[in-house]
Structure formats: structure tokens, C-alpha cells
């Protein structure tokens, strides 16, 4: 069963900008902070992202300034707009949703960033 669907992402240039989207319940949405983390190849997973339900938000310092992450209330989604891309920001990007006892993930959808 999935529980966050992910779309966006794909094949983009440098000094582009995505839009990933993570849609899920109600139950969840209104319950956990909702986050967007990356994991590269050959790296451990990271931390991009994330948004309390009450809209607090953290980014990591090497998305900060050019990333927004936001909730849509009405429509159970999170999203996460990055502009400025880079090539560094190639990864697979996971939605998850979090609270103090348990973390939900999605199944990730890739970024390529090409100079």
C-alpha cells in the first residue's frame, strides 16, 4: 500500500528549477511533519526539507535560499521548489512523513542534474 505518492523530478539543466509533489491521507497529512530528503549515489540520505504541520520549516544550508518547501492543505500534498539547480543536486528524492514514534517513506523519485 502506498502512502506517499511522489511525482516530479526527471532529467534537468543546470540553473533550472523542479517542482516535486508528495501527495498522501489525510490521517497522515494532518498528523505528521511532511519532509523531502535525497540520497546520491554512493552517499547516505540527507536531509533537504521539512515542514510541521503547524508550517515551520528547515532546510539543509546547501538548499537554502534557492528551495521552498510548502503544504496544500486542501489537497494533502507537500511540495518542495528548488531553483537553481545544480549538479550536485542529482539524487533520488524521497518524501517522508514523521512524527516523534514513526517515519513513513516514499518510494523516491530520481533527479539528474546535468551541466
Known amino acids: 500500500q502506498v502512502q506517499l505518492e511522489e511525482s516530479g523530478g526527471g532529467l534537468l539543466q543546470a540553473g533550472g528549477s523542479l517542482r516535486l509533489s508528495c501527495t498522501t491521507s489525510r490521517s497522515i497529512f494532518i498528523t505528521y511533519t511532511m519532509g523531502w530528503y535525497r540520497q546520491a549515489p554512493g552517499k547516505e540520505r540527507e536531509l533537504v526539507a521539512t515542514?510541521?504541520?503547524?508550517?515551520?520549516?528547515v532546510y539543509a544550508n546547501s538548499v537554502r535560499g534557492r528551495c521552498t518547501i510548502s503544504r496544500d492543505n486542501d489537497k494533502n500534498t507537500v511540495y518542495l521548489q528548488m531553483n537553481g539547480l545544480k549538479p550536485e543536486d542529482t539524487a533520488v528524492y524521497y518524501c517522508?512523513?514523521?512524527?516523534?514514534?514513526?517515519?513513513?517513506w516514499g518510494q523516491g523519485t530520481q533527479v539528474t542534474v546535468s551541466s
Open positions: 515542514i510541521t504541520t503547524g508550517g515551520i520549516t
Open positions: 517522508a512523513a514523521q512524527t516523534m514514534r514513526s517515519s513513513i
